[in-house]
């Protein structure tokens, strides 16, 4: 029994061993599990941190872009708006240049085709003249009388254009005999003084005309020169008509009109010395504008003696008008004199009436007699004075204006 026992208790203390053995092994599984589970849990812990600190993160990122974007977008809309105010100005000139370059543009598009119309004007003008110059030409080569009637008619509307008459201040084609047979000048220029002066047109144009129509150089220039020769050549013949001579009163030199200053300019200078020997031949040479001025001083002069014999009527005039003047002084003084004489004598009436007839006449009112309501008035005197004459003396030399005394008025 005693074995029993400790047998029963070997057993139950081996099935306790085994039983503790297995709850030590259940424990450690437990723990092994729990440990197991922590360490999962701890790393799901650990992943769902690192998750949130991922999403965290980017949502802090997130702000913070959405934050820095707006804040660059203010910035940006802020420098934008100080751009526009800084550059409103700028923009306001802008737009008035562009207003003011539209204009300007505007005006000179309308110039511009005004400019046009103008030159196409101008060339038709300039084609116009060249026609009438070659019409001109072609008309001036018909023969030495075609030429010499220009060059008369030219010489005719410079005079005219200076003031002078024909028939009055020049003569055309004045025929004039001398020993030599007749010489008929074109144009006699009457000077103050009973003189004249002798105008010559006929200057012949052929060589100029054949230079214009040149278009090689030396023929052109000996055409020039051919000019010069024919120009000099009709100096000296003028020069030996010695139209001075044929006239009385005439002075000694004679006048050789150039019917265009170009004429004259091109043999001038072909020739330096053709006007000093036109001189010293007594001729002088003269263009449309030198005769112009040279018979604006010939109306002048004939102006200044007109002047002179007028100044000599106007003093006859005078001296007639002062007589006359001083003679209607003499009676508007004695009129003056006689008015006041009247007012004396009105004045002297006045006075006598009233002291002497007035008088008697006014104690009937003071008798109570019956007579006219209206009463007596008071005459009073004439007290204006004639007014004094101013008169022309009658001493010799100068007038001189005296104050002619009037008579005091008696009271």
């Known amino acids: 029994m005693n074995e029993t026992l400790v047998s029963l208790v070997f057993v139950l203390l081996a099935a306790g061993a085994a039983i503790w053995a297995m709850a030590e092994r259940g424990r450690a599984s437990r723990a092994a599990l729990e440990l197991k589970m922590l360490r999962d849990q701890a790393t799901s812990g650990a992943e769902i941190l690192r998750a949130q600190a991922a999403l965290s993160a980017n949502a802090v990122a997130e702000e913070l872009v959405k934050r820095a974007t707006e804040s660059f977008t203010n910035q940006d809309k802020l420098v934008q708006a100080r751009l526009e105010a800084q550059l409103k100005p700028v923009a306001e000139t802008l737009e008035r240049v562009q207003a003011h370059v539209t204009a300007s543009e505007k005006a000179r ?3 511009a085709g005004g400019f046009k119309v103008q030159i196409e004007r101008l060339m038709a003008a300039a084609t116009q003249t060249q026609d009438e110059a070659r019409k001109l030409s072609a008309s001036l080569r018909r023969g030495a009388g075609v030429q010499g009637r220009w060059g008369e008619q030219m010489l005719r509307n410079v005079l005219e254009m200076a003031g002078m008459r024909v028939g009055v201040d020049f003569e055309e084609q004045a025929s004039v005999t001398t020993d030599s047979g007749a010489l008929r000048p074109d144009v006699v220029v009457r000077l103050p003084g009973n003189g004249v002066f002798v105008v010559d047109a006929k200057c012949s144009l052929n060589a100029f005309l054949d230079a214009q129509e ?12 051919r000019h010069a020769l024919s120009v000099r050549a009709h100096m000296t013949s003028l020069a030996a008509k010695a139209y001075w001579e044929q006239f009385e009163s005439a002075p000694d030199f004679v006048v050789m009109f150039v019917p265009g200053d170009p004429f004259l300019a091109a043999a001038a200078e072909r020739l330096p010395d053709l006007l000093a020997q036109a001189m010293d031949k007594r001729v002088i040479m003269v263009t449309p504008s030198s005769l112009f001025a040279l018979c604006k001083a010939v109306v002048y002069g004939w ?5 002179a014999l007028n100044a000599k009527e106007i003093a006859a005039l005078g001296r007639d008008l002062y007589k006359r003047l001083a003679t209607m002084g003499d009676h508007v003084a004695a009129m003056g004199r006689s008015l006041g004489g009247a007012v004396n004598k009105y004045n002297d009436f006045v006075g006598s009436l009233e002291s002497q007839v007035l008088t008697q006449a006014r104690r009937f009112e003071d008798l109570k007699a019956d007579h006219s309501s209206t009463p007596i008035k008071d005459l009073p005197g004439v007290e204006a004075a004639v007014r004094p004459l101013v008169k022309l003396a009658h001493e010799p030399g100068p007038p001189v204006l005296t104050l002619v005394e009037q008579a005091p008025t008696s009271p």
């Open 109 to 111: 598009a309308e110039e």
């Open 303 to 307: 102006r200044v003696e007109e002047q």
């Open 214 to 225: 040149q278009t090689d150089e030396a023929a052109r220039e000996a055409a020039y020169q």
